[in-house]
């Protein structure tokens, strides 16, 4: 699962840079938006891990 973690944050930083270099408006509230929620589901992976560890 830690795994993905890393790949959701490597994803998310990634999506921020092609953000930056968007001209439209509309595009980049878009990718914003995905982002967001990128950022969500990393938040719940995270949570996961830390319940996981906590059980060892």
């Known amino acids: 699962m830690f795994k993905n973690a890393e790949k959701i944050s490597k994803a998310i930083d990634i999506l921020m840079k092609v953000t930056e270099d968007l ?13 967001h929620e990128l950022s969500a ?3 719940a992976v995270l949570g996961d891990l830390r319940k996981i560890e906590g059980d060892l």
């Not at 001209?23 to 982002?35: A, F, G, H, L």
């Open 41 to 43: 589901a990393h938040q």
């Open 23 to 35: 001209e439209k408006e509309e595009r980049k509230e878009q990718m914003v938006n995905v982002i």
